[in-house]
Protein backbone atom coordinates (compact mmCIF):
# COMPACT_ATOMS: atom_id res chain seq x y z
CA UNK A 1 0.00 0.00 0.00
CA UNK A 2 2.89 2.19 0.83
CA UNK A 3 4.04 2.40 -2.89
CA UNK A 4 0.37 3.00 -4.08
CA UNK A 5 0.19 5.56 -1.44
CA UNK A 6 3.18 7.37 -3.20
CA UNK A 7 2.57 7.03 -6.54
CA UNK A 8 -0.94 8.43 -6.17
CA UNK A 9 0.56 11.28 -3.98
CA UNK A 10 2.78 12.28 -6.72
CA UNK A 11 0.54 12.42 -9.70
CA UNK A 12 -1.65 14.38 -7.28
CA UNK A 13 0.67 17.11 -5.73
CA UNK A 14 0.54 18.27 -9.91
CA UNK A 15 -3.32 17.77 -9.94
CA UNK A 16 -4.12 19.74 -7.03
CA UNK A 17 -1.87 22.36 -8.68
CA UNK A 18 -4.16 22.94 -11.54
CA UNK A 19 -7.67 22.21 -10.52
CA UNK A 20 -10.42 23.64 -8.41
CA UNK A 21 -13.66 24.34 -8.96
CA UNK A 22 -17.29 25.24 -7.22
CA UNK A 23 -18.94 22.55 -5.24
CA UNK A 24 -22.04 21.87 -5.15
CA UNK A 25 -22.90 21.19 -0.92
CA UNK A 26 -25.80 19.10 -1.61
CA UNK A 27 -24.41 16.86 -3.93
CA UNK A 28 -21.03 17.06 -2.82
CA UNK A 29 -20.80 14.86 0.38
CA UNK A 30 -17.94 15.17 2.42
CA UNK A 31 -15.99 12.22 2.78
CA UNK A 32 -12.90 12.68 5.21
CA UNK A 33 -11.72 15.36 7.27
CA UNK A 34 -8.10 16.34 7.83
CA UNK A 35 -6.85 18.80 10.33
CA UNK A 36 -10.74 19.94 10.39
CA UNK A 37 -11.01 20.23 6.79
CA UNK A 38 -13.57 18.60 4.56
CA UNK A 39 -12.24 16.93 1.83
CA UNK A 40 -15.20 15.99 -0.35
CA UNK A 41 -16.23 13.85 -3.45
CA UNK A 42 -15.34 16.62 -5.93
CA UNK A 43 -11.76 16.59 -4.58
CA UNK A 44 -11.45 12.59 -4.09
CA UNK A 45 -13.12 12.38 -7.88
CA UNK A 46 -9.67 15.16 -8.85
CA UNK A 47 -7.83 12.94 -6.86
CA UNK A 48 -9.29 9.89 -8.81
CA UNK A 49 -8.44 11.65 -12.63
CA UNK A 50 -4.74 11.98 -11.14
CA UNK A 51 -4.21 8.47 -10.45
CA UNK A 52 -0.81 6.96 -11.90
CA UNK A 53 -2.09 5.03 -15.12
CA UNK A 54 -1.23 2.00 -13.15
CA UNK A 55 -3.05 2.22 -10.63
CA UNK A 56 -6.20 3.05 -12.60
CA UNK A 57 -6.49 -1.01 -13.30
CA UNK A 58 -7.43 -1.63 -9.33
CA UNK A 59 -10.93 -2.56 -8.42
CA UNK A 60 -13.08 0.75 -7.96
CA UNK A 61 -12.51 0.88 -3.87
CA UNK A 62 -9.13 0.30 -3.88
CA UNK A 63 -8.91 3.14 -6.63
CA UNK A 64 -10.75 5.85 -4.04
CA UNK A 65 -8.57 3.70 -1.11
CA UNK A 66 -5.32 4.80 -2.78
CA UNK A 67 -6.90 8.77 -4.24
CA UNK A 68 -8.06 8.81 -0.64
CA UNK A 69 -4.98 8.20 1.07
CA UNK A 70 -2.98 10.78 -1.52
CA UNK A 71 -5.32 13.78 -0.47
CA UNK A 72 -4.97 13.38 3.18
CA UNK A 73 -0.71 13.12 2.58
CA UNK A 74 -0.87 15.67 0.59
CA UNK A 75 -2.59 17.61 2.85
CA UNK A 76 -0.62 16.92 5.83
CA UNK A 77 2.54 18.05 4.54
CA UNK A 78 0.97 20.90 2.49
CA UNK A 79 -0.10 22.09 6.22
CA UNK A 80 3.45 21.85 7.63
CA UNK A 81 4.41 23.21 4.39
CA UNK A 82 2.61 26.57 4.99
CA UNK A 83 3.68 26.49 8.23
CA UNK A 84 7.18 26.99 7.32
CA UNK A 85 6.52 29.90 4.74
CA UNK A 86 7.01 27.57 1.59
CA UNK A 87 4.21 29.38 -0.39
CA UNK A 88 6.51 32.88 -0.32
CA UNK A 89 9.53 30.87 -1.72
CA UNK A 90 10.10 32.76 -4.88
CA UNK A 91 10.48 29.38 -6.66
CA UNK A 92 7.41 27.69 -5.68
CA UNK A 93 5.12 31.22 -6.62
CA UNK A 94 6.88 30.61 -10.30
CA UNK A 95 5.65 27.31 -10.44
CA UNK A 96 2.29 28.34 -9.15
CA UNK A 97 1.96 30.95 -11.92
CA UNK A 98 3.19 28.65 -14.62
CA UNK A 99 0.58 25.59 -13.97
CA UNK A 100 -2.05 28.37 -13.47
CA UNK A 101 -1.07 29.38 -16.88
CA UNK A 102 -0.61 25.85 -18.47
CA UNK A 103 -4.14 25.15 -17.11
CA UNK A 104 -5.43 28.43 -18.35
CA UNK A 105 -4.17 27.34 -21.71
CA UNK A 106 -5.81 24.00 -21.36
CA UNK A 107 -9.39 25.74 -20.21
CA UNK A 108 -9.31 27.88 -23.39
CA UNK A 109 -8.22 24.92 -25.30
CA UNK A 110 -11.07 22.33 -24.58
CA UNK A 111 -13.40 25.70 -24.45
CA UNK A 112 -12.22 27.27 -28.06
CA UNK A 113 -11.27 23.62 -29.74
CA UNK A 114 -12.46 20.04 -28.30
CA UNK A 115 -15.95 21.59 -27.50
CA UNK A 116 -16.12 23.95 -30.36
CA UNK A 117 -15.38 21.17 -33.05
CA UNK A 118 -19.10 20.43 -35.18
CA UNK A 119 -20.25 17.43 -37.08
CA UNK A 120 -20.11 19.66 -39.99
CA UNK A 121 -16.68 20.10 -39.23
CA UNK A 122 -15.28 16.68 -39.09
CA UNK A 123 -17.48 15.66 -42.42
CA UNK A 124 -15.89 18.77 -44.07
CA UNK A 125 -12.59 17.83 -43.24
CA UNK A 126 -13.19 13.43 -44.39
CA UNK A 127 -14.43 14.85 -47.30
CA UNK A 128 -11.22 16.87 -47.87
CA UNK A 129 -9.34 14.00 -47.29
CA UNK A 130 -11.31 11.04 -48.82
CA UNK A 131 -10.89 13.56 -51.69
CA UNK A 132 -7.15 13.94 -52.01
CA UNK A 133 -7.02 10.21 -51.66
CA UNK A 134 -5.29 8.65 -55.08
CA UNK A 135 -7.96 6.38 -55.93
CA UNK A 136 -6.58 2.51 -56.36
CA UNK A 137 -8.57 -0.53 -57.85
CA UNK A 138 -8.80 -3.84 -56.04
CA UNK A 139 -9.17 -7.24 -56.51
CA UNK A 140 -11.21 -9.97 -54.77
CA UNK A 141 -9.60 -13.02 -55.92
CA UNK A 142 -8.98 -17.04 -54.61
CA UNK A 143 -6.18 -18.92 -55.65
CA UNK A 144 -4.99 -22.52 -55.88
CA UNK A 145 -1.59 -22.82 -54.45
CA UNK A 146 0.27 -27.13 -55.23
CA UNK A 147 4.11 -27.47 -54.82
CA UNK A 148 4.55 -28.28 -58.96
CA UNK A 149 4.31 -26.17 -62.14
CA UNK A 150 2.94 -29.81 -63.38
CA UNK A 151 0.15 -30.01 -60.40
CA UNK A 152 -1.15 -26.55 -61.41
CA UNK A 153 -1.24 -26.62 -64.86
CA UNK A 154 -3.28 -30.48 -64.29
CA UNK A 155 -5.85 -28.10 -62.11
CA UNK A 156 -6.11 -25.55 -65.29
CA UNK A 157 -6.80 -28.20 -67.27
CA UNK A 158 -9.71 -29.45 -64.85
CA UNK A 159 -11.23 -25.90 -64.74
CA UNK A 160 -11.16 -25.94 -68.01
CA UNK A 161 -13.19 -28.59 -68.17
CA UNK A 162 -15.62 -26.57 -66.09
CA UNK A 163 -14.81 -27.92 -62.35
CA UNK A 164 -15.40 -25.77 -59.30
CA UNK A 165 -12.53 -23.67 -58.53
CA UNK A 166 -13.33 -23.54 -55.09
CA UNK A 167 -14.07 -27.12 -54.87
CA UNK A 168 -10.77 -27.93 -56.50
CA UNK A 169 -9.10 -25.34 -54.46
CA UNK A 170 -10.58 -27.12 -51.21
CA UNK A 171 -8.86 -30.69 -52.64
CA UNK A 172 -5.88 -29.50 -53.99
CA UNK A 173 -4.26 -26.44 -52.49
CA UNK A 174 -1.55 -26.47 -49.85
CA UNK A 175 -2.65 -23.00 -48.81
CA UNK A 176 -4.20 -22.45 -44.83
CA UNK A 177 -6.81 -20.94 -46.60
CA UNK A 178 -8.13 -24.04 -49.06
CA UNK A 179 -11.19 -24.62 -46.44
CA UNK A 180 -12.81 -21.29 -47.77
CA UNK A 181 -11.94 -22.38 -51.22
CA UNK A 182 -8.38 -20.08 -51.85
CA UNK A 183 -10.24 -17.25 -50.77
CA UNK A 184 -8.00 -13.79 -50.49
CA UNK A 185 -10.80 -11.19 -50.40
CA UNK A 186 -10.03 -7.66 -51.95
CA UNK A 187 -6.53 -6.58 -52.08
CA UNK A 188 -4.72 -3.47 -53.55
CA UNK A 189 -1.43 -3.01 -55.39
CA UNK A 190 1.70 -3.73 -53.31
CA UNK A 191 -0.54 -6.21 -50.50
CA UNK A 192 1.06 -9.45 -52.76
CA UNK A 193 4.17 -10.56 -53.82
CA UNK A 194 4.93 -9.06 -57.27
CA UNK A 195 4.73 -12.09 -59.42
CA UNK A 196 0.94 -12.69 -57.64
CA UNK A 197 0.00 -9.14 -58.36
CA UNK A 198 0.84 -9.36 -61.70
CA UNK A 199 -0.80 -11.50 -62.71
CA UNK A 200 -3.82 -10.74 -60.62
CA UNK A 201 -4.83 -7.48 -61.88
CA UNK A 202 -4.14 -8.72 -65.87
CA UNK A 203 -6.70 -10.47 -65.07
CA UNK A 204 -10.60 -9.41 -66.07
CA UNK A 205 -13.44 -10.09 -63.84
CA UNK A 206 -14.65 -14.17 -63.44
CA UNK A 207 -11.29 -15.36 -65.29
CA UNK A 208 -8.51 -17.41 -64.14
CA UNK A 209 -4.47 -17.58 -65.18
CA UNK A 210 -4.11 -19.92 -68.18
CA UNK A 211 -0.99 -20.61 -67.19
CA UNK A 212 0.81 -21.13 -63.89
CA UNK A 213 2.17 -18.33 -61.26
CA UNK A 214 5.30 -19.22 -60.21
CA UNK A 215 6.45 -17.77 -56.49
CA UNK A 216 8.32 -18.14 -53.68
CA UNK A 217 5.36 -20.00 -52.14
CA UNK A 218 4.65 -22.51 -55.09
CA UNK A 219 2.19 -22.47 -58.34
CA UNK A 220 -0.83 -20.60 -58.39
CA UNK A 221 -3.97 -20.96 -60.42
CA UNK A 222 -5.54 -17.54 -59.58
CA UNK A 223 -9.36 -16.63 -60.29
CA UNK A 224 -9.92 -13.47 -60.18
CA UNK A 225 -13.92 -12.88 -58.91
CA UNK A 226 -14.66 -9.05 -58.66
CA UNK A 227 -12.75 -5.84 -59.89
CA UNK A 228 -13.31 -2.36 -58.25
CA UNK A 229 -11.38 0.77 -57.13
CA UNK A 230 -11.28 0.89 -53.71
CA UNK A 231 -13.94 2.54 -51.04
CA UNK A 232 -12.31 4.85 -48.58
CA UNK A 233 -13.20 3.91 -45.10
CA UNK A 234 -16.77 5.17 -43.78
CA UNK A 235 -16.28 8.27 -41.76
CA UNK A 236 -17.88 6.37 -38.30
CA UNK A 237 -14.31 4.13 -38.60
CA UNK A 238 -11.88 7.16 -39.10
CA UNK A 239 -14.05 9.90 -37.07
CA UNK A 240 -11.80 10.21 -34.61
CA UNK A 241 -8.17 10.58 -36.26
CA UNK A 242 -10.39 12.86 -38.54
CA UNK A 243 -11.34 14.88 -35.56
CA UNK A 244 -7.44 15.17 -34.15
CA UNK A 245 -6.69 16.76 -37.63
CA UNK A 246 -9.57 19.35 -36.83
CA UNK A 247 -8.27 20.14 -33.60
CA UNK A 248 -4.94 20.45 -34.82
CA UNK A 249 -5.91 22.97 -37.35
CA UNK A 250 -8.13 24.98 -35.03
CA UNK A 251 -5.33 25.19 -32.19
CA UNK A 252 -2.93 26.50 -34.88
CA UNK A 253 -4.94 28.82 -36.08
CA UNK A 254 -5.73 30.08 -32.56
CA UNK A 255 -2.01 29.80 -31.71
CA UNK A 256 -1.28 31.98 -35.00
CA UNK A 257 -3.75 34.88 -33.43
CA UNK A 258 -2.39 34.73 -30.56
CA UNK A 259 1.46 35.34 -31.97
CA UNK A 260 0.33 38.60 -34.37
CA UNK A 261 -1.68 39.96 -31.49
CA UNK A 262 0.97 39.50 -28.56
CA UNK A 263 4.28 38.97 -30.59
CA UNK A 264 7.29 36.71 -29.73
CA UNK A 265 10.36 38.00 -29.32
CA UNK A 266 13.35 35.48 -28.61
CA UNK A 267 16.90 37.01 -27.26
CA UNK A 268 18.98 33.68 -27.79
CA UNK A 269 19.95 33.42 -30.93
CA UNK A 270 20.21 29.18 -31.11
CA UNK A 271 16.64 29.00 -29.29
CA UNK A 272 15.33 31.35 -31.54
CA UNK A 273 16.27 29.01 -34.49
CA UNK A 274 15.02 25.70 -32.92
CA UNK A 275 12.07 27.59 -32.65
CA UNK A 276 11.62 28.74 -35.85
CA UNK A 277 12.29 25.19 -37.23
CA UNK A 278 10.11 23.09 -34.78
CA UNK A 279 7.27 26.05 -36.22
CA UNK A 280 8.21 25.44 -39.87
CA UNK A 281 7.90 21.78 -39.31
CA UNK A 282 4.51 22.28 -37.77
CA UNK A 283 2.94 23.99 -40.43
CA UNK A 284 4.47 22.00 -42.86
CA UNK A 285 2.62 18.95 -41.49
CA UNK A 286 -0.39 20.77 -41.11
CA UNK A 287 -0.54 21.97 -45.08
CA UNK A 288 -0.73 18.51 -45.51
Known amino acids: MTKLKTLAAVALVA ?129 ILVKTEDEAKEIIKELDAGKSFVELAKAKSTDPNKNDGGDLGYFTKGRMVPEFETAAFALEKGAYTKTPVKTQFGFHVILVEDKRPQAPPPLEQVEQQVRQLVMRDKYVELLAAAKKDAGVEISDPALKQAYDEANKAQEAQQAK
Open 15 to 143: AMAVHGGARAEDADPVVAKVGGEDVRQSELNLALGGLDPQLQQMPEEQKRAAALSAIIDVKLLSATAEKEGLQDDATFKQRVAYLTERELHNAYFKKHVVDAITKEEVKARYDKEVAAIPVQDEVKARH
